[in-house]
């Protein structure tokens, strides 16, 4: 008799898990948080309502199944869009709570890796043993009261309930249809794997590309392993599927607000009671700051970069995260830009390096780093343990140190996207490839072919005319602009007759250069459709719905993080206000507005 197969998991010697509060969990694509009559009790009595009246409000029924409420946009009702925190931690439902150890998660050694890469937290912190894990699996299993996964928050649709559906539209029977929807399938499969590209009219394109062999993490052991080179399929939806999305979104608006005017008639009538009037007030008060940050869409789209919301931390002023993390609440952010990096270690310019001026500073650095092999061991494992996009800025004295730079980044875990630094004025060369359109275009365009992240084109405001550098870089390929470094200038010690920096020239930022900055968003945004992020003196939400306005589509903060660190907190407080007042539901809305 053959042997029979071990019960042992796989699992066994098992997990580390750590959460990192960067509320991935709870936002996305609409879903369900399964919720049964215990959850829902302590949930009440966080809140401090009555069962009743909480499960009114906050509760739905799906089937014969109940799962708390969502916004719009996917995001739990008790998502913090400010604080990126649970409202209700402590009350969490046992789905929130068992996470990642759910049955999907972890039926296999790849479904643990994947789980890894989707959440920053898995696979590191704490060893948690297999009784544990079974423990929280039972947790799950109990819970159930019907045969259907807890661990899902994207409703599944399958191809039996598409064959389903297009057999009623059209009349044909369900095996025909079948048959139909299957071929159709094949098709698609069969030119991918043959052409690597289809293109659907107005669906969308399907493209195949190759993905770097890279290092990662074993989930078992913790140990860094090869991973070889792979191929993936990507999506990029055409006009009318976006257009259709866009109606789905126009109609689920319209219903909410209706909801919310019949429930404002109704409290005013004194028909609700106390429903809402009896939330604890920090409750109330968090409630009522994340509904109106879930009206408002800050997400924003860089080309093949996507962000949660427009506001970024500028290279150079922000170190490499960890330094701001008592004083930022770093998962919060759209991005974030660590100091620039070269191939080999700098020590920098000679003192002085810094310089304050009226309304900014003049700094010049001189591109101080360790390296991109120091950099990619010592400091990118905690920036890609932050959850938040990573853009890795990097400056060459040459295209092909651009290049190899763009290389070795392809597929580091953590990076989200390439910033080339071709307008640093304090080093030798710095600005070459951001003066020439011609160097330019060729530089951005080798770079885009070396690597698969996306790439961002760093320009100088250094030139005659911006907006011919604008459109070299966007012909190059450049998935977005950053716009613009800093201003050539300079101090002088006139009583020793000597220049105060010691590079004797560097670079001017801060408010001073605000409005040199917009100028050249508004005029690069004339020339190309390429997404803009602005740069320059940006130090509260004013200035961000300028650069928006005038075209930018991002926003980094620079000099301001030196005298007010918080500024990007303030800002995202304040921004979904700010786009409210013009009737805006997103960011994309009121890019490049400005009527001329």
Not at 348 to 359: L, M, Q, S, V
Not at 504 to 509: E, H, I, T, Y
Request: glycine content about 8%.
């Amino acid at each position: 008799m053959p042997d029979k197969k071990s019960t042992t998991p796989w699992y066994a010697d098992g997990l580390r898990f750590k959460c990192t509060g960067c509320g991935d969990c709870c936002t996305g694509a609409p879903g369900y948080v399964w919720v049964n009559k215990q959850d829902i009790a302590l949930l009440a009595a966080e809140v401090g309502m009555e069962v009743a009246e909480f499960e009114s409000q906050y509760v739905r029924n799906v089937g014969v199944r109940k799962s708390l409420v969502e916004f719009d946009n996917g995001d739990c009702v008790f998502f913090n869009g400010l604080t990126r925190k649970c409202d209700v931690y402590a009350a969490r439902p046992r789905q929130c709570r068992t996470w990642p150890f759910w049955d999907s998660n972890i039926r296999t050694p790849e479904a643990w890796e994947a789980t890894c890469e989707e959440c920053p937290g898995a696979g590191k912190g704490k060893l948690y043993d297999i009784d544990h894990i079974e423990a929280e699996r039972a947790k799950i299993r109990d819970g159930r009261r019907r045969s259907v996964n807890l661990d899902t928050r994207n409703s599944v649709v399958t191809k039996k309930e598409i064959v389903k559906t297009i057999s009623e539209e059209i009349g044909l029977t369900q095996l025909k249809t079948k048959e139909i929807v299957q071929k159709t399938f094949d098709a698609i499969v069969e030119t991918l794997v043959e052409d690597h590209r289809i293109e659907l009219r107005n669906f969308g394109v399907f493209e195949v590309k190759k993905r770097a062999a890279r290092k990662a993490r074993n989930p078992r052991t913790g140990e860094k392993v090869s991973v070889p080179e792979k191929f993936v399929v990507t999506f990029k939806p055409g006009k009318e599927m976006e257009a259709r999305v866009r109606e789905l979104e126009r109609r689920a608006n319209e219903e909410r607000e209706a909801r919310e005017r019949a429930e404002a008639a109704a409290e005013m009538n004194g028909s609700h009671g106390h429903a809402r009037g009896t939330l604890p007030v920090c409750i109330a008060s968090k409630l009522t700051k994340l509904r109106m940050t879930a009206l408002v869409d800050l997400s924003v789209s860089l080309g093949r970069l996507r962000l949660p919301n427009p506001v970024m931390v500028a290279s150079g002023t922000f170190g490499y995260a960890r330094e701001m993390q008592g004083l930022v609440d770093l998962g919060r952010l759209g991005g974030i830009l660590p100091k620039t990096i070269t191939k080999q270690p700098r020590a920098g310019n000679a003192p002085w390096r810094t310089i304050e001026t009226p309304a900014g500073m003049l700094n010049s650095i001189g591109l101080d780093n360790d390296g991109i092999d120091s950099f990619l061991q010592k400091l990118m494992p905690y920036l890609a343990s932050l959850g938040v996009p990573i853009v890795v800025s990097v400056a060459g004295r040459s295209a092909d140190e651009f290049v190899e730079l763009a290389q070795q980044l392809d597929g580091v875990p953590g990076v989200a996207a390439v910033e080339l630094n071709i307008s640093c004025p304090n080093v030798s060369g710095g600005v070459d490839f951001g003066t020439d359109p011609a160097m330019c275009e060729d530089l951005v365009r080798r770079c885009r072919e070396a690597t698969e992240v996306p790439i961002l084109a760093k320009l100088t405001p250094n030139v005659t005319r911006v907006a011919d550098m604008a459109k070299a870089a966007s012909a190059g390929g450049a998935d977005a602009l950053s716009m613009i470094n800093t201003c050539l200038g300079m101090a002088i010690d006139w009583r020793n007759r000597r220049p105060m920096l010691g590079n004797v020239m560097g670079g001017l930022s801060g408010p001073a250069i605000k409005p040199i900055a917009l100028r050249c968003v508004y005029q690069a945004r004339q020339v190309t459709e390429t997404p803009i992020i602005g740069i320059g003196g940006i130090a509260n939400t004013n200035d961000v719905m300028e650069f928006l306005v005038a075209g930018a589509t991002a926003v980094q903060l620079g000099t301001v993080n030196f005298y007010n660190p918080k500024a990007s907190m303030e800002v995202l407080d304040a921004l979904p206000a700010a786009l409210e007042e013009l009737g805006a539901k997103s960011v994309a809305e009121i890019v490049g507005t400005l009527a001329v």
